[in-house]
């Protein structure tokens, strides 16, 4: 079975500019989460979306974060401006359905620095 | 919202020695805690996990325990070998949190041969 994918692995920008980021989930996993994990710290949940409605985006920095699913499958994360705190690894997990105990699966994540 | 504190932040143990790990979270409506293992420079791994309607349950050398008295839960991991070395993450759930996690700050476990 295929993992979580995502690209791409690394980027570089400096602040002020754009940058996405593509996930694509396991086949068949109706959930997708998108998560930042910054250097030393846990990761924290940005958004979280059943098929391709969104259940929670809470905690996702509205004024320059956005995403989408729109064919409920893949995904991307936009980033516009970047922030030097926006320095992180973006973390995409997906699961089977949206369910308490349902095991979330992480793809390698994109290592994103900003100047 | 859910808040985890996780503890100790780094555990150096001798390889053999067990490892324990513990986590306190505050929403008394969790209900589901995993725990996942991050080697480095890799994609977090569930490791185990446990519901609410259990206080322990164990897979091989790995051990979760739960007391939803005082809001805690541990990660025990006997018998530690060099290949345990990673940064482990508890996190939790609460029951109507759809399947949003909340995970602690990590602990930097290395085994020492």
């Known amino acids: 079975e295929a993992g979580v994918a995502q690209s791409p692995r690394y980027k570089i920008i400096e602040k002020r500019q754009s940058v996405a980021f593509w996930c694509n989930p396991i086949s068949g996993h109706a959930t997708l989460y998108w998560y930042q994990q910054i250097l030393g710290q846990g990761p924290k949940l940005l958004i979280q979306?059943?098929?391709?409605?969104?259940?929670?985006d809470s905690q996702l920095p509205k004024d320059r974060f956005s995403a989408e699913r729109l064919k409920g499958v893949d995904s991307t994360l936009k980033i516009q401006p970047a922030k030097l705190e926006d320095s992180a690894v973006y973390l995409c997990a997906s699961s089977l359905g949206g369910g308490v105990w349902e095991t979330q699966y992480f793809g390698p994540g994109t290592r994103l620095l900003v100047l | 919202g859910e808040n985890v504190e996780q503890h100790p932040s780094t555990l150096s143990v001798q390889e053999g020695d067990s490892a324990v790990i513990k986590c306190t979270y505050s929403?008394?409506?969790?209900?589901?805690f995993p725990w996942y293992k991050q080697e480095l420079g890799k994609r977090p791994q569930l490791i185990i996990d446990?519901?609410?309607?259990?206080g322990e349950k164990k897979d091989q050398r790995i051990a979760v325990t739960l007391n939803k008295t005082a809001k805690h839960f541990s990660l025990h991991i006997t018998e530690t070998q060099p290949e345990d070395s990673a940064v482990y993450f508890c996190?939790?759930?609460?029951?109507?949190?759809?399947?949003?996690?909340?995970f602690g700050g990590g602990t930097r476990l290395m085994v020492k041969p």
């Open positions: 979306f059943q098929n391709n409605g969104v259940v929670d």
């Open positions: 446990i519901r609410s309607n259990v």
């Open positions: 929403d008394s409506a969790s209900n589901y």
């Open positions: 996190a939790a759930s609460p029951h109507d949190a759809g399947n949003m996690l909340t």
